[in-house]
């Protein structure tokens, strides 16, 4: 595994839907290597045939009736939002 | 009065007893407050109005004995656990006009039910992730013991609270040591329960196979009260146990004869002060003395859990973060033209660095091409650390050693280097990843006045022999006792 690059960083971030700027993707681009390096001492360990742990009970397709029920109004849902215009919640132009 | 002299049985009983009010209570608490919490700043919000309201209320009613097992008693709640129309901000930006939420956590439902009273929001670091509160973006909590030192974090308001006098307990979370650790720096009693014991609905979700609610409190008894009054199956929660929740407080019988203790080298090994080592050595003698019988045994993969906590946690807390996209609560950026970024520019306002930092992290360790090589390899790695605790507790009933390898360092001190300040959790981290119940309790204090922390871990579900051990310790030793000296009034 190679060390993270600059580059790296900048389309992580578009991933992770992050504005950072110049400075900050060097400075990600540091610390973020030097986490990677460390966390590179995973691979002394050998953990061929080894199974993930995602969740430490074994819990199984916990399932429930879907049945609708009260749970919060529209003007509820609505009151914490930046912006709103009517019954909806308003964002600026998603197209160009 | 001061909130320091009772326990919450000795106050259950002076209330029953018309010795006392819940209004002289919750007025203690907010006077305390207002004479030590600029120097500890432990609260973002309080909830004045309506604890008074409530106290009257309280006042008012009558109630048969032990209905309500915490009547009237003053509490804190961690600034993660969304409280209905109380502001809930994760000790981050972005939420800092989240004033109004639409419903409480499952937790709080649960506290109101057994009557406390809610005094107010507690401080954190930013959506959890810190060990020092440095990272809240708001202001950072001060080490009661000395105000130049952390609380230690997450969980440091939660824990500089209870130390301060402000309130009998508070609620904090824990998802590699963030109740533990600020519970050992801060001289208070912290649990983190099994995973699953204690309902997530309504816990802001950092990672959320790790993250756990537990109490802080001055003494064990009144944690244990705490927990059994939070703990059970929730149907808004599908990964809460549907498991039996016994009467911890009835653990409690200082009988610790025979009791198997196991003592991981790992604990006690380099990186550990001399003074912390000293402190657990001087707690195992008292369980010596108290028939217990204690071994050096071995958790071999202690070292990798660090790195492995920081890709998972990092992983889960990627994708977690996600829904705080400025369209439906928090900050909103003013300076995006469109949809896209929009997104972007409000989670860069809004986030700080060790947030932006920690899903940064998590987003690569998941992304395409490493995804096998980072988080995969770290979820075996967790199977291996699991199986670890697994072997040991074929043979032992608790494992004791420290909760930090430190007593709590200065203020500024760690945080400009993240890995130095990331092994500070090496040795809470494995507990979380194997998901089993631990406490932290004072066991002493270092040459400069500031607490150490005795960790005792127990197995899945057997939080009852983790109180019992700790609760023996507790009676036999005078540490839980002292007190900061902070604001006069001790």
């Not at chain 1, 504005?19 to 986490?35: G, V, W």
């Not at chain 1, 879907?66 to 964002?91: C, H, M, S």
């Not at chain 2, 899945?460 to 700790?470: G, L, M, N, S």
Request: glycine share 6%; with cysteine.
């Amino acid at each position: 595994m190679a060390d993270i690059s600059k580059d790296q960083v900048k389309h992580v971030a578009n991933l992770a839907r992050l504005a950072i700027t110049d400075e900050e993707a060097e400075k990600f681009t540091n610390q973020l290597s030097s986490i990677i390096k460390y966390a590179e001492q995973l691979n002394e360990l050998d953990t061929d045939g080894v199974e993930p742990t995602t969740h430490v009970l074994d819990l199984k397709n916990v399932l429930r009736k879907d049945e609708p029920k009260e749970w919060i109004t529209q003007e509820d849902a609505l009151k914490n939002a930046p912006d709103k215009k009517g019954d909806y919640f308003r964002v600026p132009s998603i197209l160009e | 009065m001061s909130l320091f002299d009772y326990s919450i049985k000795e106050l259950e009983q002076k209330l029953h007893n018309k010795e006392i009010t819940v209004t002289d209570l919750v007025n203690t608490s907010y006077q305390r407050i207002e004479e030590v919490d600029d120097q500890v700043q432990a609260f973002l919000t309080l909830d004045k109005e309506k604890a008074i309201s409530t106290a009257k209320e309280l006042d008012g009613s009558t109630v048969a004995e032990n209905e309500h097992p915490l009547f009237g008693i003053p509490s804190g709640i961690k600034d993660n656990i969304v409280t209905k129309a109380l502001r809930t901000t994760c000790g981050s930006q972005f939420l800092r006009n989240f004033d109004d939420p639409l419903y409480n956590a499952t937790v709080v439902e649960k506290l109101n039910d057994a009557k406390a009273v809610t005094i107010g929001k507690l401080n954190m670091d930013e959506f959890a992730m810190g060990s020092s509160n440095e990272n809240s973006s708001f202001t950072p909590t001060r080490n009661p013991w000395n105000t130049e030192y952390v609380p230690g974090g997450s969980s440091g308001g939660s824990a500089a609270a209870v130390a301060a006098g402000e309130v009998l307990f508070s609620l904090g979370s824990d998802t590699g040591g963030s109740i533990r650790q600020p519970a050992a720096f801060c001289g208070v009693v912290g649990l983190k329960p099994t995973y699953g014991r204690v309902s997530r609905f309504g816990l802001v979700a950092f990672a959320s196979s790790l993250d756990q609610i537990g109490p802080i409190t001055r003494n064990v008894e009144d944690n244990a009260r705490v927990l059994e009054v939070i703990s059970g199956h929730d149907k808004m929660d599908s990964t809460s146990a549907n498991v039996d929740v016994p009467a911890y407080t009835e653990a409690l019988t200082g009988d610790v004869k025979g009791l198997k203790i196991a003592v991981p080298k790992e604990y006690l090994a380099e990186g550990v002060s001399p003074d912390v080592k000293k402190s657990v050595m001087d707690a195992l003698k008292v369980y010596e003395s108290l028939g217990a019988e204690w071994e050096e045994v071995s958790l071999p993969h202690s070292k990798y859990a660090v790195a492995t906590y920081y890709l998972l946690a990092s992983s889960e807390a990627s994708a977690n973060l996600a829904r705080f996209d400025g369209v439906r609560y928090g900050v909103r950026s003013e300076n995006a033209e469109n949809m896209l970024d929009m997104f972007k520019m409000s989670r860069s306002e809004g986030f700080g660095e060790e947030v932006k930092r920690r899903i940064m992290l998590g987003t690569y360790a998941l992304s395409s091409g490493y995804y096998d090589a980072f988080y995969k390899k770290a979820q075996k790695v967790r199977t291996l650390i699991k199986n670890d605790f697994d072997k040991i507790f074929e043979e032992y009933d608790v494992i004791i050693g420290p909760t930090t390898p430190t007593p709590a360092f200065k203020i500024g001190e760690k945080v400009e280097d993240p890995l130095t300040m990331y092994a500070n959790d090496i040795l809470t981290i494995p507990v979380n990843l194997a998901g089993v119940p631990a406490i932290s309790v004072p066991c002493g204090l270092s040459e400069n006045g500031l607490p150490f922390g005795l960790q005792i871990i127990g197995k899945y579900f057997d939080e009852r022999t983790v109180y019992r051990t700790a609760h023996a310790f507790e009676q036999a030793t005078d540490h839980h006792a002292k007190r900061p000296q902070l604001g006069g009034a001790n």
